[in-house]
C-alpha cells in the first residue's frame, strides 16, 4: 500500500473539520491523526505539537479569509447604480456572500474562528477584519447611491451609522444561519465529509436576512 502523503495543510483542515465535530480543545492529536488516517506520530513531521498546530490553523484562516471579499471584483458599482436598485443589489451580494461559507473550507473556518474568537486573541481579530470587510462594503454601497441621489443624501456621521449597523445585523444573521446549519451536518453524520453540501439550502433562512435587509433600506429609498 503506497504511504499517504500529507502536508501542513491537509493537517490543518483535519484540525478545522474535527474542531467542526468536537470542538478546537476537545479535538486531540489522536482524532486528527484518524480522520486522516495515519499514525499520530507523523504529524510529528509537521507540527511540534498540539499548540503550533493550532496557531497555524489561526494563520492558515486568516490568509484564507483576506481572499474573500464582501463585494466581489466582477462588480463594479457605478455601474450598478444605473440598472440596479439598491434593494437588488444588496440581496444579490448578500446572497453570493453566504453561499460563499455554504463551501468548504470556508464554513469550517467561519465556525472555528467565531467560536475561537471568545478564547483567543488572535481569532478575535481575524473575526473583527471580517466585520471590518462587511461594515466598509456597506458604507461604500449606501455612499455611491446617496451621491448619485437614488437615496436620500446621507452625511458621513450618517453613513458610518448605518454601515456599523447593517454589517453588525447581518453577522448577526449569519451566526444564526450557520449555527444552525451546523446542527443540521451534525445531525446527518451518516452522509460524512462533505455533507452540507448535499443537504438542501435552508431558502427560508436567507428569505429572512433578505426581509430584514429590504425592510432597513426601505428607511433610505425615498428622497
Not at 480543545?25 to 499520530?40: R, Y
Not at 454601497?141 to 441621489?149: A, N, R
Not at 453588525?168 to 451534525?186: C, G, H, M, P, W
Not at 460524512?192 to 429572512?208: E, H, K, M, R, V
Amino acid at each position: 500500500m503506497a504511504k499517504k502523503k500529507i502536508s501542513r495543510e491537509k493537517i490543518i483542515n483535519a484540525f478545522l473539520f474535527s474542531s467542526f465535530d468536537k470542538s478546537a480543545g476537545a479535538t486531540s492529536l489522536q482524532d486528527i491523526s484518524n480522520f486522516l488516517e495515519i499514525k499520530k506520530a507523523s504529524l510529528y513531521n509537521h507540527f511540534s505539537s498540539k499548540d503550533e498546530m493550532y496557531e497555524a490553523t489561526l494563520d492558515y484562516c486568516k490568509e484564507y479569509l483576506s481572499a474573500v471579499n464582501f463585494i466581489p471584483d466582477e462588480i463594479n458599482l457605478i455601474k450598478s447604480v444605473e440598472k440596479d436598485s439598491l434593494n437588488t443589489l444588496l440581496k444579490k451580494i448578500i446572497k453570493r456572500y453566504l453561499k460563499l461559507y455554504e463551501a468548504e473550507p470556508l464554513f469550517q473556518i467561519y465556525t472555528f474562528i467565531h467560536t475561537e474568537q471568545y478564547f483567543n486573541l488572535k481569532a478575535a481579530e481575524i473575526s473583527a477584519d471580517e466585520i471590518a470587510k462587511i461594515k466598509d462594503g456597506i458604507f461604500n454601497i449606501f455612499k455611491i447611491y446617496s451621491d448619485y441621489k437614488i437615496i436620500k443624501q446621507l452625511t458621513e456621521p450618517q453613513l458610518e451609522n448605518i454601515s456599523q449597523w447593517f454589517s453588525s445585523a447581518l453577522i448577526n444573521q449569519f451566526d444564526i444561519y450557520i449555527t444552525n446549519k451546523k446542527e443540521i451536518v451534525r445531525q446527518n453524520p451518516e452522509a460524512g465529509a462533505g455533507s452540507l453540501f448535499a443537504l438542501p439550502t435552508d431558502d427560508s433562512a436567507l428569505d429572512s436576512i433578505i426581509s430584514i435587509t429590504e425592510e432597513y433600506i426601505s428607511n433610505f429609498t425615498s428622497n
